[in-house]
RNA sequence: GUGAACGUAGCUCAGUUGGUAGAGCACUGGGUUGUGGCCCCAGCGGUCGCGGGUUCAAGUCCCGUCGUUCACCCCA
Protein backbone atom coordinates (compact mmCIF):
# COMPACT_ATOMS: atom_id res chain seq x y z
CA UNK A 1 0.00 0.00 0.00
CA UNK A 2 1.18 3.21 -1.07
CA UNK A 3 2.04 5.78 2.11
CA UNK A 4 -1.05 7.92 2.83
CA UNK A 5 -1.42 11.72 2.33
CA UNK A 6 -3.00 13.89 4.69
CA UNK A 7 -4.21 17.36 4.86
CA UNK A 8 -1.50 19.98 5.24
CA UNK A 9 -0.98 21.08 9.01
CA UNK A 10 -3.08 23.82 9.73
CA UNK A 11 -5.65 23.22 7.14
CA UNK A 12 -8.64 20.97 7.58
CA UNK A 13 -11.27 19.02 5.04
CA UNK A 14 -14.74 20.87 5.38
CA UNK A 15 -16.86 18.31 5.70
CA UNK A 16 -20.46 17.44 4.36
CA UNK A 17 -21.83 17.38 7.86
CA UNK A 18 -20.02 21.05 8.41
CA UNK A 19 -21.52 22.51 5.69
CA UNK A 20 -25.15 23.81 6.81
CA UNK A 21 -23.82 25.58 9.21
CA UNK A 22 -21.25 27.35 7.56
CA UNK A 23 -23.40 27.92 4.54
CA UNK A 24 -26.06 29.39 6.67
CA UNK A 25 -23.47 31.68 8.64
CA UNK A 26 -22.12 33.17 5.43
CA UNK A 27 -25.74 33.57 3.48
CA UNK A 28 -27.18 35.66 6.87
CA UNK A 29 -23.93 37.69 6.63
CA UNK A 30 -24.54 38.52 3.13
CA UNK A 31 -27.84 39.67 3.89
CA UNK A 32 -26.90 41.99 6.25
CA UNK A 33 -24.13 43.03 4.13
CA UNK A 34 -26.52 43.86 0.92
CA UNK A 35 -29.20 45.61 3.51
CA UNK A 36 -26.12 48.01 4.28
CA UNK A 37 -25.73 48.29 0.65
CA UNK A 38 -22.60 46.33 -0.10
CA UNK A 39 -21.78 44.22 -3.19
CA UNK A 40 -19.66 41.49 -3.32
CA UNK A 41 -16.49 41.05 -5.19
CA UNK A 42 -13.92 38.21 -5.45
CA UNK A 43 -10.30 38.68 -5.97
CA UNK A 44 -7.52 35.83 -6.93
CA UNK A 45 -6.73 33.51 -4.34
CA UNK A 46 -2.37 35.00 -5.46
CA UNK A 47 -1.32 38.24 -5.95
CA UNK A 48 2.00 39.99 -6.77
CA UNK A 49 3.80 39.92 -3.51
CA UNK A 50 4.85 43.35 -3.58
CA UNK A 51 1.06 44.24 -3.68
CA UNK A 52 1.16 42.69 0.52
CA UNK A 53 4.60 44.13 1.00
CA UNK A 54 3.48 47.87 0.00
CA UNK A 55 0.26 47.57 1.48
CA UNK A 56 -0.05 45.57 4.71
CA UNK A 57 3.82 46.95 5.35
CA UNK A 58 7.35 45.25 5.80
CA UNK A 59 7.60 45.68 9.70
CA UNK A 60 4.12 43.18 9.57
CA UNK A 61 4.69 39.74 11.23
CA UNK A 62 2.26 38.67 8.07
CA UNK A 63 4.49 40.42 5.82
CA UNK A 64 7.73 39.27 7.54
CA UNK A 65 7.39 35.57 8.72
CA UNK A 66 3.35 34.34 7.50
CA UNK A 67 3.15 34.72 4.00
CA UNK A 68 3.03 31.76 1.60
CA UNK A 69 5.49 33.25 -1.23
CA UNK A 70 6.40 31.32 -4.12
CA UNK A 71 7.91 32.30 -7.34
CA UNK A 72 6.15 30.77 -10.03
CA UNK A 73 7.37 29.58 -13.77
CA UNK A 74 7.96 33.44 -15.33
CA UNK A 75 10.04 34.53 -12.47
CA UNK A 76 7.55 36.49 -10.85
CA UNK A 77 6.88 36.38 -7.16
CA UNK A 78 3.39 35.84 -5.59
CA UNK A 79 1.66 35.46 -2.52
CA UNK A 80 -1.53 33.45 -1.21
CA UNK A 81 -3.56 36.12 0.06
CA UNK A 82 -2.60 36.54 3.87
CA UNK A 83 -5.26 39.45 3.91
CA UNK A 84 -8.25 40.78 2.11
CA UNK A 85 -8.04 44.13 2.06
CA UNK A 86 -4.70 44.94 -0.36
CA UNK A 87 -6.33 42.51 -2.81
CA UNK A 88 -9.82 44.53 -2.59
CA UNK A 89 -8.19 47.94 -3.16
CA UNK A 90 -5.87 46.44 -5.88
CA UNK A 91 -9.34 45.95 -7.33
CA UNK A 92 -10.63 49.60 -6.75
CA UNK A 93 -7.87 50.70 -8.49
CA UNK A 94 -7.18 48.37 -11.58
CA UNK A 95 -10.78 48.87 -11.81
CA UNK A 96 -11.34 52.72 -12.15
CA UNK A 97 -13.70 52.58 -9.48
CA UNK A 98 -13.25 56.15 -7.86
CA UNK A 99 -14.86 57.20 -10.88
CA UNK A 100 -18.27 55.68 -9.66
CA UNK A 101 -20.01 57.70 -7.40
CA UNK A 102 -18.10 57.17 -3.55
CA UNK A 103 -18.34 55.63 -1.24
CA UNK A 104 -18.05 52.30 -3.54
CA UNK A 105 -19.13 49.43 -0.63
CA UNK A 106 -17.74 45.76 -1.52
CA UNK A 107 -17.49 42.89 0.49
CA UNK A 108 -15.99 39.38 0.15
CA UNK A 109 -15.73 35.85 1.30
CA UNK A 110 -12.72 34.08 0.91
CA UNK A 111 -9.87 32.07 2.20
CA UNK A 112 -6.81 33.18 3.78
CA UNK A 113 -3.49 31.86 4.37
CA UNK A 114 -1.15 32.71 6.70
CA UNK A 115 2.08 29.97 7.69
CA UNK A 116 1.48 30.49 11.65
CA UNK A 117 1.33 27.41 14.52
CA UNK A 118 -1.78 25.81 13.93
CA UNK A 119 -3.97 26.09 17.34
CA UNK A 120 -7.56 26.26 18.08
CA UNK A 121 -9.64 29.19 15.90
CA UNK A 122 -6.19 29.55 14.22
CA UNK A 123 -5.31 27.69 11.01
CA UNK A 124 -3.08 28.11 7.72
CA UNK A 125 -6.04 28.46 5.90
CA UNK A 126 -8.88 30.53 7.01
CA UNK A 127 -12.01 31.94 5.40
CA UNK A 128 -12.87 35.93 6.27
CA UNK A 129 -16.06 37.12 5.34
CA UNK A 130 -15.10 41.57 5.32
CA UNK A 131 -16.18 44.85 3.44
CA UNK A 132 -14.24 47.94 2.40
CA UNK A 133 -16.37 51.27 1.28
CA UNK A 134 -13.89 53.53 -0.17
CA UNK A 135 -14.13 57.40 -1.42
CA UNK A 136 -15.38 58.97 1.55
CA UNK A 137 -13.56 60.47 5.10
CA UNK A 138 -17.12 60.43 7.00
CA UNK A 139 -16.83 59.37 10.86
CA UNK A 140 -20.13 58.46 10.27
CA UNK A 141 -19.10 55.62 7.65
CA UNK A 142 -16.71 54.24 10.14
CA UNK A 143 -19.19 53.85 12.84
CA UNK A 144 -21.60 52.36 10.09
CA UNK A 145 -19.11 49.85 9.90
CA UNK A 146 -18.82 48.76 13.33
CA UNK A 147 -22.71 48.39 13.16
CA UNK A 148 -22.71 46.64 10.17
CA UNK A 149 -20.37 43.74 11.76
CA UNK A 150 -22.32 43.73 15.20
CA UNK A 151 -25.59 44.00 13.24
CA UNK A 152 -24.09 40.44 11.64
CA UNK A 153 -22.96 39.23 15.09
CA UNK A 154 -26.82 39.85 15.65
CA UNK A 155 -28.42 38.20 13.15
CA UNK A 156 -26.30 34.58 14.05
CA UNK A 157 -27.13 35.30 17.44
CA UNK A 158 -23.28 35.60 18.85
CA UNK A 159 -23.58 37.75 22.23
CA UNK A 160 -21.28 38.37 25.00
CA UNK A 161 -19.03 40.26 22.37
CA UNK A 162 -16.63 43.42 23.48
CA UNK A 163 -15.88 45.96 21.57
CA UNK A 164 -12.78 48.06 21.45
CA UNK A 165 -11.57 50.71 19.69
CA UNK A 166 -8.89 53.14 19.34
CA UNK A 167 -7.38 55.88 16.78
CA UNK A 168 -4.05 55.99 14.93
CA UNK A 169 -3.98 59.41 14.04
CA UNK A 170 -2.87 59.78 11.11
CA UNK A 171 0.03 60.76 8.66
CA UNK A 172 -0.26 64.40 10.23
CA UNK A 173 0.11 63.58 13.77
CA UNK A 174 1.40 60.23 14.02
CA UNK A 175 4.78 60.80 13.01
CA UNK A 176 5.00 62.90 16.07
CA UNK A 177 3.81 60.42 18.65
CA UNK A 178 6.25 58.19 16.96
CA UNK A 179 8.56 60.25 17.15
CA UNK A 180 7.35 60.82 21.27
CA UNK A 181 7.02 57.18 21.78
CA UNK A 182 10.67 55.75 20.02
CA UNK A 183 12.20 58.85 22.30
CA UNK A 184 10.67 57.64 25.38
CA UNK A 185 11.56 53.63 24.70
CA UNK A 186 14.66 54.29 24.11
CA UNK A 187 15.01 55.97 27.48
CA UNK A 188 13.85 52.56 28.83
CA UNK A 189 15.62 50.56 26.24
CA UNK A 190 17.02 47.80 29.13
CA UNK A 191 13.50 47.53 30.27
CA UNK A 192 12.36 45.89 26.99
CA UNK A 193 12.48 42.62 25.13
CA UNK A 194 14.80 42.20 22.55
CA UNK A 195 12.16 42.27 19.79
CA UNK A 196 10.85 45.39 21.42
CA UNK A 197 14.10 46.77 21.13
CA UNK A 198 14.14 45.78 17.31
CA UNK A 199 10.00 47.15 17.19
CA UNK A 200 10.80 50.60 18.89
CA UNK A 201 13.08 51.48 15.78
CA UNK A 202 11.37 50.25 13.13
CA UNK A 203 7.96 50.75 13.92
CA UNK A 204 7.38 51.85 17.85
CA UNK A 205 2.70 51.73 17.68
CA UNK A 206 4.48 48.00 17.24
CA UNK A 207 5.46 47.38 20.86
CA UNK A 208 1.97 47.35 21.83
CA UNK A 209 1.11 44.07 20.35
CA UNK A 210 4.09 42.77 23.22
CA UNK A 211 2.67 41.02 26.21
CA UNK A 212 6.15 40.81 27.82
CA UNK A 213 5.76 42.08 31.40
CA UNK A 214 8.63 44.36 31.62
CA UNK A 215 7.01 45.52 28.02
CA UNK A 216 3.83 46.32 29.41
CA UNK A 217 5.28 48.11 32.38
CA UNK A 218 6.73 50.43 30.85
CA UNK A 219 3.89 51.44 28.19
CA UNK A 220 1.75 51.73 31.02
CA UNK A 221 4.11 54.92 31.49
CA UNK A 222 4.50 55.70 28.07
CA UNK A 223 2.70 58.81 26.60
CA UNK A 224 -0.56 58.34 25.04
CA UNK A 225 -1.41 58.10 21.23
CA UNK A 226 -4.84 60.09 21.60
CA UNK A 227 -2.53 62.68 23.87
CA UNK A 228 -0.96 63.27 20.46
CA UNK A 229 -3.62 63.10 17.75
CA UNK A 230 -3.94 66.88 15.35
CA UNK A 231 -7.63 68.50 16.15
CA UNK A 232 -8.97 66.60 13.03
CA UNK A 233 -8.46 63.27 14.38
CA UNK A 234 -9.46 64.12 17.53
CA UNK A 235 -12.27 65.35 16.40
CA UNK A 236 -13.26 62.60 14.31
CA UNK A 237 -12.93 60.31 16.77
CA UNK A 238 -15.20 61.82 18.73
CA UNK A 239 -17.84 61.27 15.65
CA UNK A 240 -17.06 58.04 15.37
CA UNK A 241 -17.79 57.29 19.03
CA UNK A 242 -21.20 59.40 19.02
CA UNK A 243 -22.26 57.15 15.86
CA UNK A 244 -21.53 54.50 18.05
CA UNK A 245 -23.86 55.61 20.98
CA UNK A 246 -26.32 56.99 18.12
CA UNK A 247 -26.79 52.96 16.89
CA UNK A 248 -26.73 51.99 20.91
CA UNK A 249 -23.40 49.88 20.14
CA UNK A 250 -21.33 49.48 23.62
CA UNK A 251 -17.32 50.20 23.02
CA UNK A 252 -14.56 50.53 25.41
CA UNK A 253 -11.87 52.88 24.04
CA UNK A 254 -8.24 51.00 24.14
CA UNK A 255 -5.53 53.32 23.38
CA UNK A 256 -3.50 50.31 23.32
CA UNK A 257 -5.17 48.72 20.64
CA UNK A 258 -2.93 48.56 17.20
CA UNK A 259 -3.75 45.75 14.78
CA UNK A 260 -1.61 44.14 12.94
CA UNK A 261 -1.41 46.04 9.33
CA UNK A 262 0.54 48.94 9.10
CA UNK A 263 -2.29 50.78 6.68
CA UNK A 264 -4.58 51.75 9.98
CA UNK A 265 -5.23 55.12 10.46
CA UNK A 266 -7.50 56.88 12.28
CA UNK A 267 -10.05 54.06 13.71
CA UNK A 268 -9.36 50.59 14.38
CA UNK A 269 -11.84 48.35 16.46
CA UNK A 270 -11.54 44.80 17.46
CA UNK A 271 -14.47 42.63 19.23
CA UNK A 272 -13.56 39.71 21.27
CA UNK A 273 -15.21 36.76 22.15
CA UNK A 274 -14.87 35.18 25.65
CA UNK A 275 -15.95 31.79 24.24
CA UNK A 276 -12.45 31.66 21.75
CA UNK A 277 -9.56 31.49 24.57
CA UNK A 278 -6.60 32.83 23.39
CA UNK A 279 -7.82 33.94 19.50
CA UNK A 280 -10.02 35.71 21.17
CA UNK A 281 -10.34 37.93 18.13
CA UNK A 282 -13.36 37.58 16.06
CA UNK A 283 -12.98 40.26 14.13
CA UNK A 284 -11.61 43.91 13.64
CA UNK A 285 -10.56 46.30 11.24
CA UNK A 286 -10.54 49.91 10.70
CA UNK A 287 -10.02 53.47 8.60
CA UNK A 288 -6.86 52.63 5.99
CA UNK A 289 -6.95 56.60 4.35
CA UNK A 290 -3.41 56.10 3.36
CA UNK A 291 -3.44 52.37 1.66
CA UNK A 292 -4.89 52.95 -2.17
CA UNK A 293 -2.21 55.68 -2.63
CA UNK A 294 0.54 53.17 -0.88
CA UNK A 295 -0.37 51.09 -3.88
CA UNK A 296 -0.16 53.68 -6.98
CA UNK A 297 -4.03 54.77 -6.93
CA UNK A 298 -4.97 58.34 -6.13
CA UNK A 299 -5.42 59.55 -2.82
CA UNK A 300 -8.63 57.57 -1.72
CA UNK A 301 -9.75 56.90 2.18
CA UNK A 302 -11.49 53.71 3.03
CA UNK A 303 -12.56 51.79 6.05
CA UNK A 304 -13.61 48.19 6.21
CA UNK A 305 -13.57 44.98 8.25
CA UNK A 306 -12.66 40.99 8.38
CA UNK A 307 -14.19 38.86 10.34
CA UNK A 308 -13.03 35.25 10.84
CA UNK A 309 -15.31 32.21 9.72
CA UNK A 310 -13.98 29.50 11.64
CA UNK A 311 -13.49 31.50 14.44
CA UNK A 312 -17.85 32.70 14.24
CA UNK A 313 -18.40 29.10 14.11
CA UNK A 314 -16.27 28.04 17.02
CA UNK A 315 -18.22 30.62 19.16
CA UNK A 316 -21.05 29.44 17.79
CA UNK A 317 -20.92 26.10 19.04
CA UNK A 318 -19.91 27.06 21.95
CA UNK A 319 -22.57 29.32 23.01
CA UNK A 320 -24.68 25.81 22.68
CA UNK A 321 -26.78 27.80 20.53
CA UNK A 322 -29.66 25.75 17.62
CA UNK A 323 -27.50 25.37 14.20
CA UNK A 324 -28.68 24.01 11.03
CA UNK A 325 -28.56 20.83 9.84
CA UNK A 326 -28.53 19.01 6.81
CA UNK A 327 -31.65 18.90 4.88
CA UNK A 328 -32.71 15.49 4.39
CA UNK A 329 -34.16 13.97 1.28
CA UNK A 330 -38.13 14.47 0.52
CA UNK A 331 -38.51 10.42 -0.74
CA UNK A 332 -36.51 7.31 -0.06
CA UNK A 333 -37.35 5.39 -3.11
CA UNK A 334 -38.22 1.31 -2.33
CA UNK A 335 -37.66 -1.65 -4.04
CA UNK A 336 -39.02 -4.60 -2.95
CA UNK A 337 -37.90 -6.89 -5.79
CA UNK A 338 -34.70 -6.97 -8.19
CA UNK A 339 -37.34 -6.69 -11.16
CA UNK A 340 -38.87 -3.44 -9.36
CA UNK A 341 -35.46 -1.87 -9.71
CA UNK A 342 -35.77 -0.61 -13.25
CA UNK A 343 -39.05 1.00 -12.50
CA UNK A 344 -37.77 2.64 -9.15
CA UNK A 345 -34.81 4.23 -11.49
CA UNK A 346 -36.95 5.20 -13.48
CA UNK A 347 -39.04 6.97 -11.32
CA UNK A 348 -36.51 8.36 -9.39
CA UNK A 349 -35.01 10.47 -12.69
CA UNK A 350 -39.43 11.80 -13.24
CA UNK A 351 -39.41 12.71 -9.60
CA UNK A 352 -36.03 14.15 -9.90
CA UNK A 353 -36.85 15.75 -12.96
CA UNK A 354 -40.01 17.42 -11.09
CA UNK A 355 -37.42 18.93 -8.28
CA UNK A 356 -38.04 16.41 -5.81
CA UNK A 357 -35.16 15.42 -3.47
CA UNK A 358 -34.75 11.85 -3.82
CA UNK A 359 -32.83 8.87 -2.45
CA UNK A 360 -32.53 5.16 -3.55
CA UNK A 361 -30.72 2.01 -3.08
CA UNK A 362 -27.28 1.24 -4.87
CA UNK A 363 -26.13 -1.49 -2.27
CA UNK A 364 -29.08 -4.13 -3.24
CA UNK A 365 -29.94 -4.40 0.25
CA UNK A 366 -32.61 -6.93 1.00
CA UNK A 367 -36.24 -4.46 1.38
CA UNK A 368 -35.30 -4.20 4.81
CA UNK A 369 -32.16 -2.56 4.42
CA UNK A 370 -33.72 -0.29 2.26
CA UNK A 371 -36.21 0.46 4.86
CA UNK A 372 -33.90 1.01 7.29
CA UNK A 373 -31.63 3.75 5.24
CA UNK A 374 -35.21 5.24 4.21
CA UNK A 375 -35.91 5.48 8.05
CA UNK A 376 -32.26 6.89 8.43
CA UNK A 377 -31.94 9.02 5.58
CA UNK A 378 -34.87 11.56 7.79
CA UNK A 379 -37.18 11.10 4.32
CA UNK A 380 -40.78 11.97 5.00
CA UNK A 381 -41.93 9.45 2.24
CA UNK A 382 -40.81 6.07 1.39
CA UNK A 383 -42.26 5.22 -2.05
CA UNK A 384 -42.07 1.23 -2.32
CA UNK A 385 -42.62 -0.53 -5.89
CA UNK A 386 -43.31 -4.37 -5.23
CA UNK A 387 -44.84 -7.04 -7.56
CA UNK A 388 -48.35 -5.69 -6.79
CA UNK A 389 -47.33 -1.79 -7.38
CA UNK A 390 -44.93 -3.49 -10.73
CA UNK A 391 -48.82 -5.49 -11.70
CA UNK A 392 -50.82 -2.95 -11.89
CA UNK A 393 -48.97 0.86 -12.32
CA UNK A 394 -49.04 2.21 -8.28
CA UNK A 395 -46.49 3.16 -5.74
CA UNK A 396 -46.99 2.82 -1.90
CA UNK A 397 -46.47 6.00 -0.65
CA UNK A 398 -45.67 5.34 3.03
CA UNK A 399 -45.41 8.04 5.25
CA UNK A 400 -43.00 7.86 7.78
CA UNK A 401 -43.22 10.25 10.42
CA UNK A 402 -47.09 9.19 10.94
CA UNK A 403 -46.17 5.39 10.06
CA UNK A 404 -49.58 5.36 8.01
CA UNK A 405 -49.58 4.50 4.31
CA UNK A 406 -51.77 3.92 0.69
CA UNK A 407 -51.54 3.14 -2.59
CA UNK A 408 -51.53 5.08 -5.41
CA UNK A 409 -50.61 5.78 -9.29
CA UNK A 410 -47.50 6.42 -9.82
CA UNK A 411 -48.53 9.57 -11.54
CA UNK A 412 -50.12 10.94 -8.53
CA UNK A 413 -47.33 10.84 -6.53
CA UNK A 414 -45.76 14.57 -7.56
CA UNK A 415 -49.37 15.57 -6.50
CA UNK A 416 -48.32 15.08 -2.31
CA UNK A 417 -48.44 17.83 -0.08
CA UNK A 418 -45.32 19.42 0.81
CA UNK A 419 -42.91 18.83 2.22
CA UNK A 420 -42.80 15.84 -0.19
CA UNK A 421 -42.15 19.30 -2.45
CA UNK A 422 -39.20 20.27 -0.64
CA UNK A 423 -36.04 19.89 -2.68
C1' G B 1 9.98 30.04 15.99
C1' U B 2 9.66 28.48 21.79
C1' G B 3 7.46 25.42 25.85
C1' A B 4 4.02 21.52 27.70
C1' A B 5 0.47 17.47 27.09
C1' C B 6 -1.34 13.96 23.88
C1' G B 7 -1.26 10.50 19.21
C1' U B 8 -4.63 2.63 20.01
C1' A B 9 -10.56 0.40 14.68
C1' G B 10 -14.25 5.63 10.44
C1' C B 11 -15.59 8.34 15.57
C1' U B 12 -15.14 8.55 21.27
C1' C B 13 -11.98 5.90 24.26
C1' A B 14 -10.08 1.42 27.68
C1' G B 15 -5.57 -1.35 27.79
C1' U B 16 -3.45 -3.19 34.74
C1' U B 17 4.04 -3.61 37.69
C1' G B 18 6.57 -4.45 29.59
C1' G B 19 4.13 -10.90 27.87
C1' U B 20 2.48 -10.26 20.61
C1' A B 21 -4.97 -5.74 21.17
C1' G B 22 -10.68 -4.52 23.52
C1' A B 23 -15.61 -1.63 24.34
C1' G B 24 -19.42 1.76 22.74
C1' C B 25 -21.11 4.32 18.39
C1' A B 26 -20.99 3.80 13.03
C1' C B 27 -21.12 0.22 8.89
C1' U B 28 -23.01 -4.91 6.71
C1' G B 29 -26.18 -9.19 7.39
C1' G B 30 -29.86 -11.78 10.25
C1' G B 31 -34.12 -12.18 14.03
C1' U B 32 -39.40 -17.54 9.17
C1' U B 33 -40.23 -15.34 3.33
C1' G B 34 -44.07 -7.13 1.39
C1' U B 35 -41.96 -2.46 5.54
C1' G B 36 -37.83 1.75 8.93
C1' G B 37 -36.37 4.55 13.43
C1' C B 38 -36.09 0.75 19.54
C1' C B 39 -34.20 -4.16 21.00
C1' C B 40 -31.32 -8.89 20.33
C1' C B 41 -27.51 -11.84 17.57
C1' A B 42 -23.51 -12.14 14.22
C1' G B 43 -19.95 -9.99 10.98
C1' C B 44 -16.57 -6.33 8.81
C1' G B 45 -12.77 -3.31 10.53
C1' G B 46 -6.24 -2.00 13.79
C1' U B 47 1.45 -1.54 10.02
C1' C B 48 -1.19 0.48 18.33
C1' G B 49 1.29 8.18 13.97
C1' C B 50 6.24 7.11 11.76
C1' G B 51 11.64 5.71 12.45
C1' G B 52 15.33 3.98 15.60
C1' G B 53 16.90 1.90 20.51
C1' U B 54 16.63 -1.12 25.34
C1' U B 55 14.66 -6.25 26.26
C1' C B 56 13.91 -13.25 25.58
C1' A B 57 9.49 -10.05 24.85
C1' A B 58 7.08 -2.94 23.82
C1' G B 59 0.69 -0.23 22.54
C1' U B 60 3.20 -0.18 27.40
C1' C B 61 10.34 2.11 28.72
C1' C B 62 14.18 5.63 26.00
C1' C B 63 15.57 8.89 21.72
C1' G B 64 14.19 11.20 17.26
C1' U B 65 10.47 12.72 13.86
C1' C B 66 5.58 14.12 12.10
C1' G B 67 0.77 15.60 13.68
C1' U B 68 -2.99 17.45 17.15
C1' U B 69 -4.17 20.36 21.41
C1' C B 70 -2.94 24.23 24.94
C1' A B 71 0.14 28.42 26.05
C1' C B 72 3.83 32.17 24.24
C1' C B 73 3.66 35.13 19.77
C1' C B 74 0.35 36.94 16.25
C1' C B 75 -4.11 37.57 14.37
C1' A B 76 -9.57 35.98 11.80
Keep these: MAEPVSAPKGTYDILPADQPVRRWVIARAEA ?33 KE ?12 TLRPEGTAPVARAYVEHGMHTLPQPVKLYYHSPMFRYESPQSGRYRQHHQLGVEAFGSDSPELDAEVIGLLAAVYAELGLSGLELRINSMGCRECRPGYSAVLRTFLAEHDDELCPECRERARLNPLRTYDCKAAGCKAVLQTAPRLPDHLCPACAEHHDRVQGGLRVQGIEFTAD ?19 SLLGAQSGVGGGGRYDDLVSAIGGPPTPGVGFGTGVERILLALSRSGADLPESRPPAVYLVAQTAEARGTVFELAHSLRSRGVAVELDYMARSMKGQMKQAGRSGARYAFIVGEQELADG ?8 EGTERRMPREETVGLPAPFQVA
Design 32 to 64: VFHRYGYARIDTPTFEETRLFTRGVGESTDIVR
Design 67 to 78: MYTFEDLGGRSM
Design 255 to 273: HTLVRGMDYYTRTTFEYQS
Design 394 to 401: TVTVRDLA
